[in-house]
């Protein structure tokens, strides 16, 4: 195990990564105790039970040295990464036609105390996106709706919901994903918008939750040619600090969205992509694979070493992200094993059913 100096140690906190299997391995285990990443994140390749991903997210917090963000896509519809007996709610669009803040802050309680009672402490859910565009095929019925009034409202209401829960919330995808034609897993999209017309209208969703106190601003791997020419959102000192930080003057954390997606991996290396990251004001790095990971963590520590990564950058974004921890995760237990049994329970079926009476009206 690697001796790390205080500022890796800090550097290692700035990054959440996936890990392998339904449990906790000699290796997975060895990574995270040599590293100690900032968080980790679920997929459904980790979910089998809920008492074995509860057990799993023990062994993780026993292996950190710091409160650690066990983190998911847990969102209704066809993105939820965690099955039966998890309350199943259907995607964010049939909460923006019943217009029901008041059912979407219930279905985020009940999502939030379902994931808590795993060990999960933060979802990357609700989506600020607003369905501008029919063709676009990656947000679709995962947004709201198509108007800024009822994804802010639905939004918002999830925020609150979550937060009452002892959840860090989170938003995506900032600075909206919706009035794109392109999927960014798979290729680079490209917006126009100035930054006049997207406060007009796609940013609309994004102040609103900030005015409601959101922890975490998730970005989106879109090229603005109008805001800057040559750097997606994510690599984009110009928008991250200038605009998010400056001029919404948002001051808690930046996650990007997955480094490994084709929409910056196809086009950036994926070293100079963390470089920019960085520089551009990304408090936290999105690997979905613990190999990818480690390779990035490891590439981190050498532009550390050499100069590349100012130290001043890695001291701001994590007195950033321990202000989070120490407000939200520390002052909460985590469950005990008993506490899976509220999964899937008649009380929460109970609002999973309001919400598709509503859905038939």
Same mark, same amino acid.
């Given at each position: ?17 996936? #890990?392998? *299997?339904?449990?906790? !391995?000699?290796?997975? =285990?060895? @990574?995270? %105790? ?115 009034? #009822?994804? *802010?409202?639905?939004? !918002?209401?999830?925020? =609150?919901? @979550?937060? %009452? ?197």
């Amino acid at each position: 195990m690697a001796k790390r100096s205080e500022i890796e140690r800090k550097l290692g906190q700035m990054f959440v990564t996936g #890990i392998p *299997g339904t449990e906790m !391995s000699p290796e997975t =285990r060895e @990574f995270l %105790a040599d590293y100690q990443p900032g968080g980790v994140i679920y997929f459904a390749h980790n979910y089998d039970a809920p008492a074995l991903l509860w057990e799993y997210s023990e062994a993780i917090r026993a292996t950190m040295q710091i409160p650690v963000i066990v983190a998911v896509d847990h969102e209704g519809g066809k993105v939820q990464r965690f099955l039966r007996p998890f309350t199943h709610f259907p995607e964010p669009a049939v909460f923006g036609e019943i217009d029901s803040p008041k059912l979407a802050f219930e279905a985020a309680v009940v999502m939030a105390r379902e994931l808590r009672a795993v060990g999960v402490n933060l979802d990357f859910h609700p989506l600020c996106d607003i369905h501008t565009r029919p063709s676009n095929p990656v947000i679709g019925r995962r947004a709201f709706g198509t108007t800024e009034e #009822i994804v *802010g409202k639905m939004a !918002s209401a999830m925020v =609150r919901g @979550f937060m %009452a829960e002892g959840m860090i919330s989170c938003i995506k995808h900032f600075p909206g994903h919706g009035d794109t034609t392109v999927d960014s897993h798979l290729e680079l999209p490209k917006s126009e918008e100035s930054w006049e017309q997207l406060l007009d209208r796609e940013l609309k969703p994004f102040i609103k939750c900030i005015k409601s106190r959101v922890d975490m601003i998730m970005t989106a791997h879109i090229l603005n040619r109008a805001l800057d020419p040559k750097y997606p959102v994510t690599l984009s000192r110009e928008i991250l600090t200038g605009r998010l930080r400056g001029e919404l003057r948002f001051q808690r954390l930046i996650i990007t969205d997955d480094m490994l997606m084709d929409a910056v991996a196809k086009y950036w290396g994926k070293e100079e992509m963390i470089l920019l990251a960085i520089e551009a004001g990304a408090d936290i790095l999105l690997y979905r694979d613990i190999e990818s990971g480690r390779e990035a963590m490891d590439t981190a520590l050498r532009f550390l070493s050499q100069g590349k990564i100012k130290p001043e950058w890695v001291e701001a974004a994590h007195a950033r992200i321990m202000e989070v921890k120490e407000r939200v995760l520390m002052p909460r237990k985590p469950e005990p094993i008993e506490g899976v049994r509220i999964i899937g329970c008649p009380e929460h079926r109970q609002v999973l059913d309001r919400v598709l009476e509503q859905k038939r009206r």
